[in-house]
């Protein structure tokens, strides 16, 4: 395309000096002026024709999706998702944006100020060990009536984990549950609140950390023992996605769980990306020094945390080495990384899980998708590698609040949802095709 532009390119010069030549006839002077004015036109419509085959280049460029199967089961489950049909709609002004920060921060703003209001009611639930987190279950509108109660506890249960320092009000999470309650009214949502967020008590000296799965498999029993007979099912955003995928390949097939979601997970910890010292420093860090301030009073006394060094803090990785490297005894901050990195069990993943990283992700490095196929995928796992999305946005077209993701995320559970239904159905069928066969077979026998 380059060479065509540049041969039609000169053929118009050409034409364009023979033009000039038979209307001016011999004045050279106004010949040569009006040659050099005509040149300098067709030097910047060439370039503006580059810039902008560029730009159209790059921008449907990025709207593929790598995908990366664990079976051929889960790759018939992804063909069901419309959304995720190899390519999609990317956003208009992704053009300006090389490293996906702009889309998480104007993305993240969009959603703070466009944040519905939803209403919680709060469960406390005491953990084995002493600590505590908070289960904060959607209110629907049809609670009040015991009739509509009873026949809901067939419907599915959506359990949400929050990401880093997260908690049920936090935006991405709200326009989630907006975007499934309005589709799947009859669903029961719960936000899994970790130890000492969102104004849950600390009860325990140990708060939470990227490497501890034993709160969310001691919440899905608890959830499986109140709700009986129906499909549950668990999204994980960021921090909580690794922690997901951390649980789904330790418990195998015993996770307790019909389908799973994965948003901006960290496959491996210690592998960043260039953003993200700065997202560290800006943001991240800030979340974690305010949640051991507000519980200093916990821990004081009770862990070996050096809180003088552990409040001056500049960055995540500092406030790691300074609190959760000396209070769980890890060797330094590698190795907590390490344990806490979902790749080394992704293999082990059996449960149908939906994976949704961007290339250009400034917080979760998507490279940490190497370590996981370097590894092998699970039968359950499939990964989606979208071209751009930043960090838990994955905006679409010329919208501020469209997303990929939630459109995804929706898709895929529906199609968990008649994965857990068909046995169901099969064993009624049968049932019904044995009553006919042995009524037909004791009408026609003597027997």
Known sequence: CFETLLYLHVVAKVLLLTQMSVFLGNNVDICRHTFAASNMAAEVALVAVLVLFGLWKRYWSLARLDMHFGSEWVKGMVATCPSLQNTHTPWIWTLLDFNGNLMTLLGGLSRILTAPQLKYRRETLQLSDGGTVALDWLCKQDDSTSENEEESQHEAVVIIQHGMAGSSESAYIKHFIRYLSKRRPRWHIVVMLARGCGGTKLTSPNGFTAAR????????????RQIKHTPIFAIGYSLGAGIL????????TNTGLDGACMLSPSWDYNIQGRSFPFWSRAYLVQGLLSYLNEH?????????????????????????????????????????????????????????????????????????????????????????????????????????????????????????????????YSMIICLILKVYLTCYYCRHTRW
């Open 213 to 224: 799965i034993s709160d969310f498999a001691e919440t899905v029993g608890h959830v499986r």
């Open 245 to 252: 995928g951390k649980y789904l390949g330790t418990y195998g």
């Open 296 to 424: 200093k009073h916990v821990f004081h006394g009770k862990t070996p945390v050096d809180f003088e060094k552990a409040s001056k803090a500049g960055d995540v990785r500092e406030f790691d080495s300074h609190v959760i490297v000396p209070h769980y005894n890890y060797k330094d901050v590698d190795e907590y990384y390490l344990d806490a990195s979902a790749y080394k069990s992704a293999n082990q993943i059996v449960v149908p899980t939906l994976a949704i990283s961007s290339d250009d992700d400034p917080v979760c490095n998507a490279v940490g998708i190497e370590s996981t196929k370097a590894v092998g995928l699970g039968p359950g796992l499939a990964v989606v590698l979208a071209g751009q999305g930043g960090h838990l946005i994955f905006l679409q077209g010329w919208s501020l609040y469209k997303t990929l993701m939630d459109k995804a995320c929706f898709q895929w559970l529906e199609a968990c949802e008649k994965r857990w239904c068909e046995p169901a």
